[in-house]
């Protein structure tokens, strides 16, 4: 093979391998590629950007809840009577409520007696003490946590307090009492739960402590139940109203009010709430009150990857703390009729005397309360924001509200240490 000959050969192979570099070119460009790490690192970043978490708590909030009865009660109709007659029934108090406190996310009341057989009556007029076994009462309701912070928690001395306190644990209901704060994790979210007995200094000066303890621990949502007021006032005192803004400004996003034994009205205060008087509900304490109404406050808090997002996801719910208006028969239940009626009237009258509009209440019902968001990944746009209009506070033009004192022999004075 001359040399000419091979020349061209090798052009050949050249040309042949071009060729086969340019369709493998071809055929790469056809084929769907990855992306590069950095590109898939990008895409990541902005898919976790893109998708906010969301998750929310539901709460329920009443007032006084007294499981027990003075040793001075007329006999045949305390709440011990009531407990025997009913053949020892746990669930029989609660029962016309517990439907809506086993679907929230946390219900909580103000526990007003020791739950124990231990410990000596305190020199008192009235001083209430419960069986332990009555702590079924509170799981048969639904209540996850009760505030022992008041004037009737100790009325059998320390010993009693923390027995009930024992009690309470094993049953796996939450309680909190001044600096004994609790911290819980409800649906990712940590919840910090405070309670003073504001009666008296030493009670109204851990309220700011205790509000940044549980901050401290990481609480996410702070409820603050206060212990406080005068009985049978159907407004708070401007030392209240100071005490519940402090508690806010200091990191509080819901205060709950309890003592006076009659609802008050509620305040909305840098986007919190404030429930002056949630009023009794399952009341041992007076075998027959002469003020049976009473509400279930419920508010639905919405987060946003962790961070509270304003709202007023909240409704009232009128109560009776009594079936019957003749005696207590210790069973609340939903009002209905005039009896509704006049319970909004009253909160409605009574939340203007604290600045707020009728507009910024509403009313609901067993029908309509809100119940837990079980995926915890709710929108809170997809959260009632407000209820019918037939459901909205509609007062009359001039409410009377019932004031008359106290027939029973047992109405007692809650306002003693």
Known sequence: MNRNSG???????????IALLFVIAIIAALIPQNDTPSTVSQNQQENVETVEEKRTITISAVGDLT????????????????FEDEGGDTSYFFRNVSGIFSHDDLTIGNLECALSDLGTRADKSFAFRGDPSYVQILKDGSFEAVN???NHSADYGQEALSDTVANLDAAGVLSFNGTDTVVTEINGIKVGLVGV???????????????QSVKTQGAQLVIASIHWGVEKAEEPESEQVTLAHSAIDAGADLILGHHPHVVQ?????????????????????????????????????SFTNGTLVPDDNTQIIPCRISGSDSVNDYQPDIATGEDRTDIIDKITERSRLVGTDAALLYFGNEQTAFTSSAQNAVSSSALPTALPESQRATPSPEPSPDSSPETSPEAGSESEN
């Open 197 to 211: 007995n504001a009666l008296n200094e030493e009670g109204t000066s851990q309220l700011v402590p205790a509000i």
């Open 265 to 301: 009205g509620i305040e909305k205060y840098n986007g919190r709430y404030i429930v002056y008087s949630l009023g009794n509900f399952c009341f041992g304490g007076n075998t027959n009150p002469s003020d049976k109404d009473s509400m279930i406050f419920q508010q639905t808090f």
């Open 148 to 150: 022992l912070a008041n």
């Open 67 to 82: 499981l027990a009865a003075d040793r001075g009660a007329p006999s045949g109709v305390t709440f011990n009577d009531v």
């Open 7 to 17: 020349l061209f050969a090798y052009r050949k192979y050249i040309t042949a391998a």
